[in-house]
Nanobody, 125 residues
């Protein structure tokens, strides 16, 4: 019913920047939260950043100060600005969202019920 589509991934030199986008489409009620996750080969998926319905944001320690999450409610699009990229940032990046008729009480972490297909980010030295 709801689809998430990521874009903006690619290859970049260490120290460079990339901006990821994620657009939601379909039958959308309330967007309770959206976030970015990443997964490297042989490792479990980890949460990188999230933004809640009240605007509160969170960042994983290794990306804090380098990455910035934002959203455009009118376009139903989530963004992740990634600066000062490191080789350790190489991973498949996923967009996720919690979309429900009613968001209910505030909670963290988000209970995501929709996921994108992922976009590859490769940082070379």
């Amino acid at each position: 019913q709801v689809q998430l589509a990521e874009s903006g991934g690619g290859s970049v030199q260490a120290g460079g920047s990339l901006k990821l986008s994620c657009t939601a489409s379909g039958h959308i009620d309330n967007i309770c939260a959206m976030g970015w996750y990443r997964q490297s080969p042989g490792k479990e998926r980890e949460m990188i950043s999230s933004i809640m319905s009240d605007g509160a944001t969170s960042y994983e320690a290794s990306v804090k100060g380098r990455f910035t999450i934002s959203q455009d409610n009118a376009k139903k699009t989530l963004y992740l600005q990634m600066n000062s990229l490191k080789t350790e940032d190489t991973a498949v990046y996923y967009c996720a969202a919690e979309i429900r008729e009613q968001c209910g009480d505030w909670h963290f972490p988000p209970v995501n019920n929709y996921w994108g297909q992922g976009t590859q980010v490769t940082v070379s030295s």
